[in-house]
């Protein structure tokens, strides 16, 4: 028999119940061996578990100073608060961090070198950088040398900067700072313009500008001036494109009958230069999220459903296909444009599939969505604060909905499904009933374009049945377009969208640069899907061809995408490098083409 004795997994009880002794002995003032002293405060304490946790009490206390034989120690510009905030985790290993402590625990933790509360207070700092403290962030970063912090904040601040620039907040850093955001080629604007002139008329008013020597004062103005040459590097604002992204993009899955891990993808298409971007994919393998991009044009996905990896099993259908169960989410994400990378926001309150996300007076709305819980969890609906990146519930839906679709206008959330239309105002927090529509339809997709609400394509519901079919098949050769009055409260019937190939519901309603447009997957039996965009004239009441898109280009799109628009950095994206010649596609759409009478198979994109 071996001498060697049986390596046993670590007993997670006795780790815990040697913490819990430690906690009832520094409650009990018991074995304590030194006192911290913060004015007029006193806090017993051991120095072992000080300096377990502690960089700063670990070189106090063995380096054989005279600090280290002392009993008793004072603490000058520390919280006692604060501090006592850092002793519980020493002893329980729990922090609590909220908007009123993290920046003086931060502080603190510095000074102390106390690398855990450091890091939890860092992480929660980045989460909650926002347009209104991204300045005061971007101090606080370079004030204590936090990489992360400070690059996360500069980078708000140059993604807000037409807003940011004129807070009271920016206009008192040092001109350090205010120097490397100014030649920053990174910021959001449109026009140089918008630095060179109206910065400097801000700067140079203010008062610590005056006080700042004549040397000193030139640096500032050179710094405003440093693009002035003609042929300046345009600034990445500048470089905005108005983008089409389709979430959750995926191969047919008749293509796929066996998948396992992630699938989906994130594809951007730029109708004005006609080229596709990979955007990010989504966090965690998430699938039916809810997708909207903000009037200041920031990205947002929430809710959707993760595959449990571990309940993978081969049920006994004739096919043996595997099969994934899933579970719903709360997650909430914002997409750093600059970085090409999605960050974790406060989750919401519900967990929800393929929610409605509105914009309205400032607050992120998530709406129904395929909830789990039961009828009345689908009605709920709750808003999100971007300055305090913090949820609430408001006043349900008055109905639980599966198919709704959410827009705003006129500072008012409207809800559509069937033939129902309820209106959300906010300041009362009221649901009101509104004119139903002339055809009752689901799982149509709706824009809002000024006063005037369009519902479009979807599937008709005959009856009381529940039966579904394609808005194409009432008259066989196009798309149902109504129209919403806002002022009047009216709807009426527009003309129809005249996609022959169309019979699958893949219509996605967008506003793109400033016209009403539909982007269509359009399929027919069994030929390949083609895409296209149509674009409609209110005065003439028609839609015309605007562009078609190449179903090579964005092959893997599926049926089950989102849709959304967004002016996005094609420098901070993954274009597309595969353009296939069209004298490689066979007629029939097949797969495969002859190269040198070998058969190759198409790569997707």
């Not at 009880?13 to 430690?22: G, I, R």
């Not at 699938?263 to 999220?289: F, I, M, N, W």
């Amino acid at each position: 028999m071996s001498e060697v004795g049986e390596r046993r997994p670590v007993n997670a009880d006795y780790a815990v119940s040697v913490l819990e002794q430690l906690k009832y002995f520094y409650e009990q003032k018991l074995l304590t061996d030194i006192t911290l002293l913060v004015e007029e405060n006193e806090f017993p304490c051991h120095k072992m578990v000080l300096a377990t946790c502690s960089s700063y009490f670990r070189a106090m206390f063995m380096s054989g100073l005279s600090e280290s034989k002392q009993t008793h120690v004072h603490l000058r510009n520390v919280d006692p608060i604060t501090l006592q905030t850092i002793i519980t985790y020493a002893y329980t290993g729990n922090l609590v961090i909220n908007d009123t402590t993290v920046e003086p625990l931060y502080e603190t933790a510095c000074f102390l070198q106390v690398e855990d509360v450091l890091l939890q207070c860092r992480e929660y700092l980045v989460k909650k950088i926002t347009a209104e403290n991204c300045v005061r962030m971007l101090s606080i970063g370079d004030l204590f040398s936090c990489t992360e912090l400070k690059q996360s904040a500069k980078r708000m601040v140059e993604h807000k900067f037409s807003v940011v620039y004129r807070q009271d907040a920016f206009l008192q850093l040092s001109h350090e700072l205010l120097l490397d955001l100014l030649s920053s080629d990174n910021l959001n604007v449109e026009k140089e313009e918008t630095i060179r002139i109206d910065a400097l008329s801000e700067v140079t008013q203010r008062a610590w500008f005056q006080g700042l020597p004549p040397n000193d004062k030139s640096v500032v103005v050179q710094g405003l001036y440093k693009s002035m040459p003609k042929f300046f590097k345009p600034r990445l604002g500048m470089t905005k494109e108005e983008m089409l992204i389709f979430v959750e993009a995926e191969p047919p899955a008749e293509s796929h009958p066996v998948v396992i891990g992630p699938r989906h993808t994130v594809v951007c298409y730029s109708p004005q230069a006609e080229k596709v971007y990979k955007l990010c994919s989504l966090p965690g393998d998430l699938q039916k999220v809810g997708t909207f991009v903000t009037p200041d044009n920031d990205v947002y996905i929430a809710g959707g459903q993760i595959p449990l990896k571990s309940a993978l099993a081969t049920h006994g259908s004739k096919s043996g296909k595997l099969q994934a169960a899933y579970c719903s989410v709360d997650t909430f994400y914002w997409l750093d444009a600059q970085q090409n990378a999605w960050v974790a926001k406060t989750p919401m309150l519900y967990t929800r599939t393929k929610p409605s996300l509105v914009y309205c007076q400032g607050f992120i709305y998530a709406i129904g969505g395929d909830n789990v819980g039961g009828e009345l969890n689908k009605r709920t609906v709750e808003r999100y604060d971007c300055e305090q990146d913090e949820w609430s519930v408001t006043s349900p839906l008055p109905c639980a909905w599966s198919w709704s679709t959410a827009v705003t206008a006129r500072d008012c959330i409207y809800v559509m499904t069937h033939d129902l239309m309820y209106c959300y105002f906010p300041r009362a927090d009221t649901w009101v009933e509104m004119a139903m529509r002339q055809t009752s339809r689901c799982f149509a997709s709706a824009a809002a374009l000024g006063d005037l609400l369009f519902y479009i394509g979807g599937l008709h519901v005959v009856g009381n049945s529940g039966l579904r079919l394609p808005t194409s098949t009432i008259d066989g050769s196009s798309v149902t377009v109504e129209i919403y009055d806002v002022n009047k409260n009216e709807w009426r019937l527009a003309a129809n969208i005249p996609a022959k190939r169309y019979s699958d519901p893949c219509v996605r309603a967008v506003v793109l640069l400033n016209t009403l447009c539909i982007f269509i997957r359009e399929t027919h039996l069994n030929e390949r899907a083609k895409y296209a965009l149509y674009q409609y004239d209110l005065e003439l009441d028609c839609w015309s061809l605007r562009q078609p898109v190449s179903e090579r280009v964005l092959w893997d799109l599926g049926k089950d995408f989102r849709c959304a628009v967004g002016k996005l950095y094609p420098s901070c994206l993954d274009e597309s490098p595969w353009k296939p010649p069209t004298y490689l596609f066979s007629p029939d759409g097949a797969e495969e083409f002859e190269v040198d009478e070998d058969m190759v198979l198409l790569p997707h994109v």
